[in-house]
């Protein structure tokens, strides 16, 4: 275990030390203080009553998820391809480690990375509510800004997974972060077919389930989190069989 928590803290090493590292952040800070000044100047104090009210429906994949989706792609696409395009990745697997534990250990990288910018981006939220709202009233709690995140976080995590494999089957930074951008823009489509319920793109936003809603009838809360997870199986099934199988000699 201690091999493998080494193996986890070098990949984030070498996100980290990029000098390009604490742009995402940054854009993200900088947006949601921009539309925290756009809502609160066009709309109004009154549109919010609260940070925790504004933090609530902005972190939802509805308001900052695809843009925060496209910063971690951006931010980790690179993490397998960039092996190939260098030539380091017969460096990598030469060590004493399975190419299933070096595997892993990106994909927990990954993971981290997007973790951190949705804590990044749940706390500028707030703070940019603060500015603007005010930190009192309404009927939104900490609860409700939780909620938000749980969304959000699944939203990420599975469009990082998806970028994750792209990665590792093209060897290709660019065809990565253009596939998932592209996805981004068009899974919000509904196809009023009853096949499209078993489709990824309906399933992604689990806050559609909220009041009692649902993206397509049919569809319940549970039914999207089942499909989610059998998608998650199958894009790291993919990847892992693809990095485990190749020749890269």
């Known amino acids: 275990m201690r091999k493998f928590n080494k193996l986890v803290l070098n990949e984030w090493l070498k996100i980290s030390k990029k000098r390009s590292f604490i742009i995402p952040y940054a854009l993200m800070v900088m ?29 939802l994949p509805a308001g900052i998820g695809q843009v925060l989706v496209i910063l971690v792609i951006i931010g980790t696409a690179g993490i397998v391809s960039k092996e190939y395009s260098q030539g380091t990745i017969k460096f990598l697997l030469i060590r004493a480690r399975s190419r299933t534990a070096i595997l ?64 590792i089957l ?39 389930y909220q009041d009692g809603g649902a993206p397509m009838p049919g569809m319940t809360l549970s039914f999207s989190i089942v499909l989610l997870c059998i998608y998650m199986v199958l894009f790291l099934f993919a990847g892992f069989t693809v990095f485990r199988r190749r020749d890269v000699a």
């Open 104 to 167: 892993a250990s990106k994909y927990i990288a990954v993971l981290l990375y997007t973790l951190s910018m949705l804590l990044v981006a749940a706390a500028a939220l707030f703070i940019s509510g603060l500015i603007f709202f005010g930190g009192s009233g309404g009927d939104a709690g900490m609860s409700d800004i939780l909620t938000s995140l749980l969304y959000i976080t699944v939203y990420c995590i599975v469009y990082s997974t998806i970028g994750f494999m792209l990665g």
């Open 170 to 208: 093209t060897k290709s930074t660019g065809v990565t972060i253009g596939a998932t951008i592209f996805a981004t823009t068009i899974d919000k489509l509904i196809i009023s077919r009853d096949f499209y319920k078993y489709v990824l793109f309906p399933n992604l936003n689990l806050a559609a």
């Open 31 to 59: 947006l949601v203080l921009l539309v925290g000044y756009i809502v609160h100047t066009v709309a109004g104090a009154d549109m919010y009553s609260s940070a925790a009210e504004f933090t609530a429906d902005l972190l």
